[in-house]
């Protein structure tokens, strides 16, 4: 049965469709049929048949907001078994420059479902590490200087069943970097602060305003950015 339930789940992204339309919402964001009929470059009818397939199997659930309807990635361990999966297409050999500058980009920064991964996404673990802002000893938690820290940067941790904080295993960098609410809520409060910049292809753009509330969390940019 196992195996049963294995190959089912498997053949729900064999469909280069529905795997491409799984890719497009690892950005954490709420998706329309047609939005993601685009990205799949399928007919919205076609679409609308594999978000139905995709919801069956548990991998994305809709969401109603007045007249309008979205589709969003389940839960977060959705996100990861994709996120994990992409790794085998992500580091097949790129061709020409476009595809070269986007692979750079993604691995300097880039949304892991609702957190920031890449160069930057571990960076900021080992920031926080060597602040003491957070503690691995016995599990990974946020201390109370952890605490301080970000609420003086603005940073609101909402409540929730989900953990605070996790390790992530990052496929670029293949050191871990952190998922939970506290990351979650770091990158939200990022872009609407103007020190982050979600960039399409789940690339993140670090702007120049970025240097300063990271330094706060341990992370040299400009360090960061050199050769």
Known sequence: METIALAEVAAVLADPSRASMCLALLDGRAWTVTELAGAAEVAASTASEHVTKLTEAGFVVRVKQGRHSYVRIADPRVAELIEHLAQHAEHRPVKGLRSSVRVKRLEF??????????????????????????????????????????????????????????DCLDWTVRRDHLAGRVPAALLSHGVSAGWLSREGNRAVKVLPAAEEPFAELGVDLVALRSP
Not at 127 to 144: R, S
Not at 146 to 164: F, N
């Open 109 to 166: 920064a880039r949304t892991c479902y609702d957190h920031l991964a890449g160069t930057v996404g571990v960076a900021l673990r080992d920031g926080m590490l060597a602040a003491g802002l957070i503690d691995d000893a016995g599990g990974l938690t946020l201390t109370d200087r952890g605490r301080e820290v970000l609420g003086a940067l603005g940073v609101e941790i909402d409540g929730g069943r989900r953990p605070m904080l996790r």
